[in-house]
């Protein structure tokens, strides 16, 4: 399915690069003179980010490499192209006494790459452009590289991908209509086979290419099908044999994915380890807007605030009944890629319309309301973006610490309009109790986990403070918030004291209240008669009945984790109330 889904992109992007072609990040080309003459060597790359970003040219395929010398067709590294040794490795094979093997290696590699161009047929190694290059490897010596300045020793030292260009042409030689025309639609030469994702006839692919832009997977790329080892391999079957899918639909899905996959990509998202692509069966708007619903908005983004917009068009939109929430008929798809060494591990998969997406995004985004007060301190925005909610759950609110399949769990519940996963409200709970803040975040991630939960029985908590809620452990919380506001303003206000009895006494009082309220609530007697304006003073009085009205004769003695999820929303909702200050945001 998820073939056949990237197959189906693929044939509705005639943009994308056709069967024989990929795109590839070329940092030099060096024009040849028809001769085979150097005269120049272009450097491609431009300044982004301060880092140098090199442009990616239309180039024959590349092939599948391991250990093996294989050589791609009028481009490759320098290794390939000019027999140079990568700096890297010539240290290690030094180290280890090898150079010269590496050496040989070498020109072994350099030899296939002039070999593969000889193979292209006659009229094609006549071509001008063909011809210059043929001359070039012929006459090249690693001495003329001296000549090149500054781009030839940036190409001794970092070993980039090379190509051709003729002098005159706007092309690459790769790029001319003879090479084009010899290697596009190659006829299959081997056995016919019914391919598993098109159903056509068409020659088995043995080895399926690397896919790049998965984050912390190799470099070089990983594989999304392989069978590598005995254990994957049945019958006696080798390597893509195992499950035939033609040449065809393997260049088809590989270059939709790199597509989707590239760098800067709209389609492309990450969620905890995952990276994750979307993409429809037809053209729709609701592919370049997925990313901003979730999608973390970068320090130096132009717009920050291009998700909390797309949010609350897709809510207008809901209420209006108008597209997105109306298209029943295009298909979205969803995939999450994670690394796995070689491989790359499919982390989720939801297919749905647009509609089911947009209807279950509206309904996520109104699980996580809760009011909200700005606070300086906390460098808080109202848009809650996956990497937020996950960065709220983890230690020192660090990514690297969040849980490797959580990311994936979370965005299948979004999608799928199923609970939350359970280790998301532990998280948050075990955040606080830790003395982490209850920050928005925190909260929100709280009241939607509960609110989801398959116990229907329990009272649905609301975005801001609500007093019919007489569940004991939001009762519970509402009273804390307002004990803690009492001390504080018996010490001259908040900021005033060093610590709160919420850095005292919290994980207590969630946990076993009865064992720590009574004394709380003589401290509060302490507290109130420090405050000299009487009519607060009577306020946060009253304020405390109101609470206590509402609670059992006895303490509970502890709290379960839905419980104490409720303790903590209370707790906020209260302390961003107004009248637990006197006035909004005190």
């Known amino acids: 399915m998820i073939l056949q889904a990237l197959v189906g992109y693929y044939e509705r992007k005639p943009e994308l690069p056709r069967e024989g072609y990929e795109l590839k990040a070329i940092p030099f080309v060096i024009e040849l003179e028809p001769d085979g003459r150097v005269l120049q060597v272009v450097d491609t790359r431009q300044a982004e980010n301060c880092k140098m970003i090199a442009r990616s040219f239309l180039v024959p395929q590349g092939v599948k490499k391991s250990v093996n010398v294989a050589a791609n067709v009028l481009w490759g590294n320098a290794e390939y192209v000019l027999a140079l040794p990568d700096t890297k490795k010539l240290a290690e094979r030094q180290a280890k006494g090898k150079e010269a093997d590496y050496r040989a290696r070498l020109l072994d590699m350099h030899h296939a790459f002039a070999a593969e161009i000889r193979c292209l047929p006659n009229p094609v190694q006549a071509d001008a452009g063909v011809a210059a290059v043929l001359q070039f490897l012929e006459g090249f010596s690693s001495d003329q590289i001296e000549a090149w300045g500054e781009a030839g020793q940036e190409i001794r030292q970092s070993n980039p991908n090379l190509t051709f260009r003729l002098r005159g042409d706007v092309d690459l030689v790769c790029q001319r209509p003879a090479v084009v025309a010899a290697l596009s639609g190659t006829p299959s030469l081997g056995e016919l086979t019914r391919c598993l994702v098109t159903g056509e006839a068409d020659e088995v692919e043995r080895l399926h290419p690397s896919i790049t832009g998965v984050r912390d997977a190799q470099s070089s790329g990983a594989s999304l099908v392989s069978f590598n080892l005995d254990a994957f391999a049945s019958f006696a079957k080798q390597q893509g044999h195992n499950a035939p899918v033609g040449k065809r639909a393997v ?23 995952a990276t994750t692509v979307f993409w429809a069966d037809a053209e729709t708007p609701f592919e370049n807007e997925f990313a901003f619903f979730f999608d973390e908005p970068h320090k130096d983004a132009p717009d920050p605030d291009r998700g909390t917009r797309a949010v609350a068009a897709l809510f207008e939109a809901a209420k209006q009944g108008v597209s997105p929430v109306l298209d029943e008929q295009t298909r979205f798809f969803v995939l ?18 647009v509609a089911q997406m947009a209807e279950r995004i509206v309904r996520h985004f109104r699980d996580l309301e809760m009011v909200w007060v700005p606070d300086k301190t906390q460098k808080e925005t109202g848009f809650l973006s996956i990497t937020r909610l996950l960065k709220a759950i983890a230690a020192q609110e660090k990514i690297e610490n969040v849980p490797p399949n959580l990311g994936g769990e979370v965005m299948r519940a979004i999608l799928e309009g199923t609970p939350y996963p ?58 804390f918030a307002v004990l803690e506001r009492i001390q504080e303003e018996a010490a001259g206000g908040h900021g005033k004291i060093n610590a709160t009895i919420r850095d005292r006494f919290y994980g207590a009082a969630s946990g076993t209240p009865a064992t720590v309220f009574p004394l709380l609530m003589r401290l509060k007697n302490h507290h109130l008669g420090k405050i000299e304006n009487v009519g607060r003073r009577r306020n946060l009085e009253s304020l405390l009945g109101e609470i206590i009205n509402g609670l059992p004769p006895r303490f509970e003695p502890h709290l379960t984790l839905d419980g104490q999820g409720r303790f903590a929303v209370g707790y906020y909702q209260q302390r961003v109330h107004p009248s637990t200050y006197g006035k909004q945001g005190d």
């Open 422 to 479: 359970e280790t998301l409200l532990h998280g948050a709970i075990r955040r606080i109790r830790a003395g982490e803040l209850v920050s928005y975040p925190r909260a929100a991630i709280l009241k939607a986990c509960l609110n989801r939960t398959r116990n229907s029985s329990e009272e649905k908590i609301k975005m801001s403070l609500d007093p019919s809620n007489t569940h004991p452990g939001y009762r519970l919380g509402r009273l």
């Open 251 to 273: 260049f088809a899905y590989t270059t939709a994915l790199k597509h989707l996959l590239r760098r800067d990509s709209p389609q492309k998202l990450q969620i905890g380890d």
């Open 336 to 353: 999450g890629l994670a690394p796995n060494a070689a491989r790359i591990a499919i982390r989720f998969w939801h297919v749905g319309t």
